[in-house]
């Protein structure tokens, strides 16, 4: 009898069943069987669950409908965001797609039995700004590094810190408490969005600003600024938030805290911001100065957004962003969670 246990358990092991949770090398190659699949054009060379779930640009769609038909190549820019705790890992970097074009995406997967059960994918398709990212060459340092075990917060804390961050841009006023830390920068589809005077000559603006909604790509015949304006991109994220620049952003809802690093005290959110415009998008700043900012149509955006939180400050922050409909979900909540701006993880 022993003898036949100890056959069954070495035959469900191999045949990966009652293995140890997948770590953190295990999830991230899980990425890389994602991309390589994608490239392939063929959900078969990845492990599935029956009933995976998967989704593009907040649309649900079948295992090989989509970007599982026009990709063709990784990128060079890899920044891997990975949740042992829950199974769950974030990739956000650069890929190649039909006929060579270079592209963002922000991937999540979450990995159950050494299977793919859930997949998301944003796909932000503008060379310029995947040009820009790449030309960071890697990652900040910041977000590879591991915390001391002491210093390490809790999922709850690290997700309460990063959450600030939202309910700080909602309508902002510049009276929030915001959680920076000293030297907080922010990039965003590949370009530095604080303490980058030159921002605006790149491709992708602030959050909620463009005319194509911060995607990256701007209108071929910009309107000519009128009234009061400001370089919000030269200021740095304190100095932003306290501005109530951003006030224009009316909702941060459908807040999904999918991944969770606490080792390396990472925190990432899958969120939609509502830009409404119209009598929204003129507003006094915290100093009194009336202004009109952000997009001149209701804009949402879908932004996977990255937080580094250290002593319960946000050291850097770094996302992927591009707009979907107005008023879309994300494909992952119902209509109520949707449209909450309550923090919740997935």
């Known amino acids: 009898m022993r003898k036949f246990a100890a056959a069954l358990a070495f035959s469900l092991q191999v045949a990966g069943w009652g293995q140890s949770a997948c770590d953190r090398a295990c999830l991230e190659n899980f990425v890389d069987q994602y991309m390589d699949a994608l490239i392939a054009h063929d959900p078969k060379k990845l492990p599935m669950t ?91 340092p910041v977000f590879l590094e591991a915390l001391p075990v002491a210093q390490r917060a809790s999922r709850a804390e690290l997700i309460r810190v990063a959450d600030m961050y939202f309910s700080g841009l909602e309508k902002n006023d510049g009276k929030g408490e915001y959680p920076f830390a000293d030297g907080c920068e922010r990039i965003q589809n590949g370009v530095q969005t604080t303490n980058n005077p030159n921002a605006a000559t790149q491709s992708s603006p602030p959050p909620g600003r463009g005319g194509r909604g911060g995607d990256g790509k701007q209108p071929a015949a910009p309107p000519k600024p009128q009234g009061l304006q400001i370089n919000i ?91 979907i409909p107005y008023g879309m979900l994300s494909g992952w909540s119902s209509y109520e969670d949707g449209m909450s701006n309550r923090a919740r993880t997935q």
């Open 233 to 323: 991109v030269a200021m740095g994220c304190m100095e932003q938030f306290k501005s109530g620049y951003f006030r224009f952003v009316n909702r941060i809802r459908d807040r999904r805290f999918v991944v969770v690093d606490r080792e390396r005290g990472l925190a990432l959110a899958i969120t939609a911001f509502d830009q409404p415009a119209g009598k929204y998008a003129t507003f006094k700043l915290a100093d009194g100065r009336e202004i009109t900012a952000g997009p001149e149509r209701p804009t949402t955006l879908e932004i996977a957004e990255l937080f580094k939180i250290e002593n319960d400050k946000i050291r850097r922050v770094e996302a992927v962003q591009m707009q």
């Open 50 to 140: 029956a009933r995976v779930k998967n989704t593009e640009d907040a649309v649900r769609l079948e295992p090989g409908d989509g970007f599982w038909r026009t990709a063709n190549a990784k990128g060079s820019y890899r920044l891997f965001v990975t949740d042992t705790e829950t199974g769950q890992v974030a990739f956000m970097g650069t890929m190649r797609e039909d006929p060579s074009n270079a592209v963002i995406v922000a991937i999540r997967l979450k990995v159950e039995n050494r299977q793919v059960s859930e997949i998301e994918n944003l796909v932000v398709r503008n060379a310029q700004a995947a040009a820009n990212l790449e030309k960071l060459g890697a990652p900040n």
